[in-house]
């Protein structure tokens, strides 16, 4: 799995949300691809791309918002939108990749 960030670099919440992604990528591993929509990069995210159509093919139109991808499915799903701590993200990144299946 890998997440796509959407963000808009002039937005403090986004700037927020960009040092939570950060921690997640640091301490789960996983692949991360920030994109920025309106062309600004986060100092925070050096590696982001600039927005060339994506958000709106996967329909992205609330912002921030994290895409999850599953390359091996060819799926992409929503993850989130708006802030969300670290541990809620964590909580549902599982949610989300096991389709909300009950753990009991």
């Known amino acids: 799995y890998g997440i796509m960030f959407f963000y808009r670099g002039q937005d403090p919440i986004d700037g927020q949300l960009a040092q939570v992604i950060n921690g997640f990528r640091d301490t789960y591993g996983l692949s991360v691809i920030p994109v920025s929509v309106d062309g600004v990069i986060n100092p ?3 590696d982001s791309r600039t927005d060339q159509g994506q958000a ?3 329909g992205v139109k609330y912002f921030p918002a994290m895409m999850l991808v599953d390359p091996k499915q060819g799926s992409v799903r929503p993850l ?3 802030f969300i701590s670290q541990d809620d ?3 549902q990144f599982l949610n989300v990749s096991e389709d ?3 753990n009991f």
Request: aromatic share 14%; proline share 13%; glycine share 6%.
């Open 89 to 91: 993200l964590a909580k």
């Open 56 to 58: 709106q093919r996967l």
């Open 44 to 46: 925070l995210l050096p």
């Open 80 to 82: 989130s939108y708006g």
């Open 100 to 102: 909300f299946k009950p």
